[in-house]
């Protein structure tokens, strides 16, 4: 289909008012110029003649400089610069038109003359654009007067005036709705007391109590705070001001992005906001050439990361998708939310499976014939896995060999298996397990790396990365409870550190690690690590969380110390001592060599564990696990 085909009634209307504004300027240029003199009339025969000619060249400029497909509503500084241009090749062809044809070969002298072109040049932008602005601000001035009429939430904007300029861009364009801004707030002195689309910087951050006050005294009380992403720099302490906020019972909202072109749209203020480093620039064009078209398979689809790769797995273009999950709602749950969205076509098919059942997770596999697997079916929580570490060993252990057995009999391209930082130098029975899993995988990669050479081998990576913010189990979820109880809120100890990011940017960063281990030129890494940022003390992300409820730490909500559990230390790292980082030119990733046991050896602990496992001899179990991975110092018993 062609874009002339495309173009609507409305285009057609819009090229005929074109086509009539160039007309009307054209005469109008030759009257201003020869009104009163018998020359004008002497001309307008020849006028005439040439008209036809330069309305069909205008169409084709119009055309080409899609003037006609612009929609007025949203005529901008871009759209103006783009009549200028319009206006100045028409002129321009007037000019040629003018000196290297008429002039020398119809009447011997000039016909337009150069007054005649220059006054056509402005005519021809005043009347291009006239009608568009008066359009552009009848439509302003129309959402204004819905906004008020609809009683609209009188709002301040908090932010750099940068951000606020899209704001207040996203409300006339009723993109935003139900809130009229009645000024800003700013973190740059040199913006007090100016105006961003006639809306008033009214002062810094610490003016909220002020402006409020003043605001309410005038009986027009400010109902609603809008935070822009600017606001939540950490140099600006964003949980004091939703604190003050919050104390003065005001609405918090924020914008989620300013940067993806998207229409800005309010959400309420959540932890991740207040916590994260700026998330990594991820190339999602290079995530959609891994994924567009291929049969992927996620375990613990059900989960929360495993939710989150199904839902990205599904908007980067997979044409299938097996979820695999063991727990029965949370399989109905991912399901039907998939089947909800609308982020892509992809065929989404969700099987109960335990991945300890290797009969079952064979057969699924080899039926679905998948490209992509991602392994994130685990138990990860650590004071129960040190309690019931055996079952850890069942799943985390066997079921992964399970997963990377299968893939490789399927025929996949790649299977991703979900680590964690604890799996680096372990000191819980957790990260033991993970440890021992991406053993087996890194084992498997590298014997499959050295078979005959044919189709390209399999790859079989292991991804790790820290905490994840509201996934099931973390902590926030907890905090958020205490708080909501009254407290207290629990920490276990006030030196405990941990990494964290957000599900999106973790499972973004898994599938760049996949493309990466799927390069034409096989990497010579199967361990990735992601980059977690700055640490973040629990007690802080506590005493962050209080704030952004509106009470204060330590007087309105208490927080006490539990203790460190078995299985956890103060401080998570990313490398071993003995596995120094690899730089693999990909932001936000990079790659680890740990130790990697021959197949041989691992397939005698694996047989061992078997055996042990079938016994229920723990010593055995232990001594082995040690064998393997011999840094590790686990509480368990």
Same mark, same amino acid.
């Given at each position: 289909?062609?874009?002339?085909?495309?173009?609507?009634?409305?285009?057609?209307?819009?090229?005929?008012?074109?086509?009539?504004?160039?007309?009307?300027?054209?005469?109008?240029?030759?009257?201003?110029?020869?009104?009163?003199?018998?020359?004008?009339?002497?001309?307008?025969?020849?006028?005439?003649?040439?008209?036809?000619?330069?309305?069909?060249?205008?169409?084709?400029?119009?055309?080409?400089?899609?003037?006609?497909?612009?929609?007025?509503?949203?005529?901008?500084?871009?759209?103006?610069?783009?009549?200028?241009?319009?206006?100045?090749?028409?002129?321009?062809?007037?000019?040629?038109?003018?000196?290297?044809?008429?002039?020398?070969? /119809?009447?011997?002298?000039?016909?337009?003359?150069?007054?005649?072109? /220059?006054?056509?040049?402005?005519?021809?932008?005043?009347?291009?654009?006239?009608?568009?602005?008066?359009?552009?601000?009848?439509?302003?001035?129309? /959402?204004?007067?819905?906004?008020?009429?609809?009683?609209?939430?009188?709002?301040?904007?908090?932010?750099?005036?940068?951000?606020?300029? /899209?704001?207040?861009?996203?409300?006339?364009?009723?993109?935003?709705?139900?809130?009229?801004?009645?000024?800003?707030?700013?973190?740059?002195?040199?913006?007090?007391?100016?105006?961003?689309?006639?809306?008033?910087?009214?002062?810094?951050?610490?003016?909220?109590?002020?402006?409020?006050?003043?605001?309410?005294?005038?009986?027009?009380?400010?109902?609603?705070?809008?935070?822009?992403?600017?606001?939540?720099?950490?140099?600006?302490?964003?949980?004091?001001?939703?604190?003050?906020?919050?104390?003065?019972?005001?609405?918090?909202?924020?914008?989620?992005?300013?940067?993806?072109?998207?229409?800005?749209?309010?959400?309420?203020?959540?932890?991740?906001?207040?916590?994260?480093?700026?998330?990594?620039?991820?190339?999602?064009?290079?995530?959609?050439?891994?994924?567009?078209?291929?049969?992927?398979?996620?375990?613990?689809?059900?989960?929360?990361?495993?939710?989150?790769?199904?839902?990205?797995?599904?908007?980067?273009?997979?044409?299938?998708?097996?979820?695999?999950?063991?727990?029965?709602?949370?399989?109905?749950?991912?399901?039907?939310?998939?089947?909800?969205?609308?982020?892509?076509?992809?065929?989404?098919?969700?099987?109960?499976?335990?991945?300890?059942?290797?009969?079952?997770?064979?057969?699924?596999?080899?039926?679905?014939?998948?490209?992509?697997?991602?392994?994130?079916?685990?138990?990860?929580?650590?004071?129960?896995?040190?309690?019931?570490?055996?079952?850890?060993?069942?799943?985390?252990?066997?079921?992964?060999?399970?997963?990377?057995?299968?893939?490789?009999?399927?025929?996949?391209?790649?299977?991703?298996?979900?680590?964690?930082?604890?799996?680096?130098?372990?000191?819980?029975?957790?990260?033991?397990?993970?440890?021992?899993?991406?053993?087996?995988?890194?084992?498997?990669?590298?014997?499959?790396?050295?078979?005959?050479?044919?189709?390209?081998?399999?790859?079989?990576?292991?991804?790790?990365?820290?905490?994840?913010?509201?996934?099931?189990?973390?902590?926030?979820?907890?905090?958020?409870?205490?708080?909501?109880?009254?407290?207290?809120?629990?920490?276990?100890?006030?030196?405990?550190?941990?990494?964290?990011?957000?599900?999106?940017?973790?499972?973004?960063?898994?599938?760049?690690?996949?493309?990466?281990?799927?390069?034409?030129?096989?990497?010579?890494?199967?361990?990735?690590?992601?980059?977690?940022?700055?640490?973040?003390?629990?007690?802080?992300?506590?005493?962050?969380?209080?704030?952004?409820?509106?009470?204060?730490?330590?007087?309105?909500?208490?927080?006490?110390?539990?203790?460190?559990?078995?299985?956890?230390?103060?401080?998570?790292?990313?490398?071993?001592?003995?596995?120094?980082?690899?730089?693999?030119?990909?932001?936000?990733?990079?790659?680890?060599?740990?130790?990697?046991?021959?197949?041989?050896?691992?397939?005698?602990?694996?047989?061992?564990?078997?055996?042990?496992?079938?016994?229920?001899?723990?010593?055995?179990?232990?001594?082995?696990?040690?064998?393997?991975?011999?840094?590790?110092?686990?509480?368990?018993?």
């Amino acid at each position: 289909m062609t874009r002339l085909s495309r173009l609507t009634y409305r285009n057609l209307l819009i090229l005929v008012h074109d086509l009539l504004a160039t007309v009307v300027a054209l005469f109008a240029a030759f009257y201003i110029r020869f009104e009163g003199l018998s020359s004008f009339w002497d001309r307008v025969p020849l006028l005439l003649h040439i008209l036809p000619y330069f309305i069909a060249f205008s169409f084709v400029v119009f055309y080409a400089s899609n003037l006609m497909t612009t929609k007025w509503r949203f005529i901008s500084l871009p759209d103006a610069l783009n009549i200028v241009r319009v206006a100045t090749i028409l002129t321009v062809a007037l000019l040629v038109l003018d000196y290297i044809i008429v002039a020398p070969n /119809v009447r011997g002298t000039f016909f337009f003359g150069k007054v005649t072109i /220059v006054l056509y040049w402005f005519l021809e932008i005043s009347g291009l654009s006239a009608l568009r602005f008066a359009y552009r601000y009848f439509r302003y001035t129309r /959402v204004r007067y819905h906004a008020k009429a609809e009683d609209a939430a009188p709002a301040l904007l908090i932010g750099r005036t940068a951000d606020a300029e /899209v704001v207040l861009r996203g409300i006339e364009s009723g993109a935003v709705k139900r809130i009229w801004p009645v000024g800003i707030l700013s973190p740059s002195i040199a913006d007090r007391g100016q105006l961003i689309r006639n809306v008033p910087v009214l002062g810094g951050f610490d003016d909220i109590e002020d402006v409020a006050a003043d605001f309410a005294r005038r009986g027009k009380p400010i109902a609603r705070v809008l935070m822009a992403p600017s606001a939540f720099d950490p140099d600006f302490h964003p949980e004091t001001l939703l604190m003050r906020a919050r104390r003065l019972r005001l609405i918090v909202s924020r914008l989620p992005s300013l940067e993806s072109g998207d229409a800005p749209r309010l959400a309420p203020v959540a932890v991740e906001d207040l916590l994260l480093r700026p998330s990594e620039k991820i190339d999602y064009g290079r995530l959609e050439a891994l994924v567009r078209g291929k049969a992927v398979v996620v375990t613990g689809g059900g989960g929360s990361i495993g939710a989150e790769i199904c839902h990205r797995a599904v908007t980067f273009g997979a044409a299938r998708l097996l979820v695999i999950e063991n727990s029965e709602p949370a399989l109905y749950a991912i399901t039907e939310a998939l089947a909800a969205g609308d982020e892509g076509g992809a065929t989404v098919e969700g099987r109960i499976a335990d991945i300890r059942d290797r009969e079952r997770v064979f057969r699924l596999i080899a039926e679905f014939k998948p490209d992509l697997v991602f392994h994130a079916a685990a138990l990860k929580h650590v004071p129960i896995l040190e309690r019931d570490w055996s079952e850890g060993v069942k799943t985390n252990i066997f079921g992964s060999i399970n997963v990377a057995d299968a893939a490789v009999a399927a025929g996949a391209e790649a299977m991703v298996m979900i680590s964690t930082d604890k799996a680096i130098e372990p000191v819980s029975m957790l990260g033991l397990t993970k440890r021992f899993a991406e053993m087996y995988c890194q084992a498997l990669d590298h014997e499959l790396a050295e078979r005959p050479a044919g189709r390209p081998p399999m790859r079989l990576i292991s991804v790790r990365f820290g905490n994840v913010l509201a996934s099931n189990g973390s902590v926030v979820p907890k905090f958020k409870a205490q708080i909501e109880a009254g407290g207290p809120v629990t920490v276990t100890h006030p030196d405990m550190v941990r990494y964290f990011m957000t599900i999106r940017e973790a499972c973004d960063l898994v599938i760049t690690a996949s493309s990466h281990a799927l390069a034409p030129e096989r990497p010579g890494v199967s361990v990735y690590v992601l980059n977690m940022g700055q640490p973040v003390r629990i007690v802080e992300l506590a005493e962050r969380m209080i704030r952004l409820s509106g009470l204060q730490p330590g007087y309105d909500i208490e927080i006490v110390f539990s203790g460190i559990r078995p299985g956890e230390r103060l401080n998570e790292i990313l490398f071993a001592s003995e596995e120094p980082p690899v730089e693999i030119g990909l932001a936000g990733i990079m790659a680890a060599k740990p130790n990697e046991p021959p197949m041989q050896t691992l397939r005698k602990w694996i047989a061992g564990l078997d055996q042990a496992i079938e016994r229920d001899d723990p010593v055995t179990i232990k001594a082995i696990l040690k064998d393997a991975v011999p840094e590790f110092g686990s509480s368990a018993a």
